[in-house]
């Protein structure tokens, strides 16, 4: 996600840490190579030109002129700048009493609505809705049957009808949810492969028909300019109330992002980040500055974790931790939490300084073999990994049906990862409880970084040879 952007972003911001001073002809220089980097991340022409005029401006200031570290202020600026641009948080979903509140999903076929649309019937559901999905999509062959079996996965049901009237089945749902006590119903609608009048009239019909109190447009994010396109396009028709950014995680530019605010007025609501019902995200314009700017996402990292982490198990993992008896088993349960978080690479980029340790993740496809070969050690090896000397090794290599180097490869993979725990438990965040309860310690973190990254490349002294007299 914006790694290019990311990328010339931090090469714009070293070459000017080595300026004594800022002036107008640095600035000038830095402004051309930011506009260079916003344009290929294919952000909207008059989005980058405003922007860098605003960036421009603001570095011209006495704070920055006068600054010692003219790198670091102009990180600020531009990180205040980026929030503004994709700002302000509205993540908020209006629910009406008495229900249920109606939330119409718009959108180009091939978009990801219908996904988008179970993604957020399972949010709805967390923040404890009952909910109800419709199958509005009639013109997509299989996209009623495709919401059915998304609704089974998720245990959320699903309106449908065997009919072609799309304000019909629309009117019938509704009808269905008052007579069900929903609290919110999801209407999925139909999408073309480009807008067209006839799509235009039947979207609006199906509006005036349920008359929604929110109407979501759901963007593939990788059409860059296309999406931001289809949204204006979209807004003098319908009244939007938010945007739904999807597949930003296969989105390397992040212009769609960058731009769509600016140019419809309507707030991202949420943004899609990986094909799995759960990567759903609340969309914070402080938080995605802070990622294109390559400086981490803690409070994401943060409410990861409390996701997937029991407090109290987070705190007697700790204490093993701490006394250094964190076994195999421990590995597997946090390998697994890991993994339902994104990985430990993904992990990795919402850490500030950390997003070099990716020689650290573990492959989602090398899970069950890693399990295989745990499960092939005995309790005492588990939870003492230290006593799995050669012949142990030959033999769990045999029980697991592989061969010594690969439990060799995890037992070491093994070892980096306690010695990266035991440095984070000790290096003042407080380790999984600090993540649980949101003391997160910044420099501690990068630090905690930077001291794993150094371990890993140390080499050991040569020692001399002793002078026979």
Known sequence: MFDALTTKFNNVFRS???????TEANVSDAMGQVRKALLEADVNYHVVKQFCKDVSQAAMGAEVINSLHPGQVMVKIVNDELTRLMGPV????????????IIMLAGLQGCGKTTTAAKLGKYLVGKGKKTLMVADDLQRPAAIDQLKILGEQLGIEVYSEDSKDAVKVARNAMKHAKAGGFDVVVLDTAGRLHIDEDMMNEISEVAKAVNPHQIFLVCDS???????????????RLELDGVILTKLDGDARGGAALSVKAVTGKPIKFIGVGEKLDKLEEFHPDRMASRILGMGDVVTLVEKAQEQFDAGEAE??????????????DFLKQ?????KMGGLGSIMKLMPGMGQLGDLNVDEKEITRI?????????AERKNPDILNASRRRRVAAGAGTDVHQVASLVKTFEKTRDMMKTISGGGLGGLKGLMSGNTDLFGMMNSGRKIKQRSKRKKPERKKKNKR
């Open 316 to 329: 007697k993992m700790q204490k093993k931790m701490a006394k250094g008896t964190f076994g195999f088993d």
């Open 16 to 22: 000017l840490s080595g300026r004594g001073r800022i």
């Open 222 to 236: 990788m059409t860059g300019q296309d999406a931001v396109n289809s949204a204006k396009e979209f807004n003098t």
């Open 335 to 339: 390998m697994q939490a890991v993994r």
């Open 90 to 101: 509205d993540t908020n979903i209006y629910y009406v009493s008495p229900g249920p509140t």
């Open 371 to 379: 399990e295989g070969i745990v499960h092939s050690m005995t309790l």
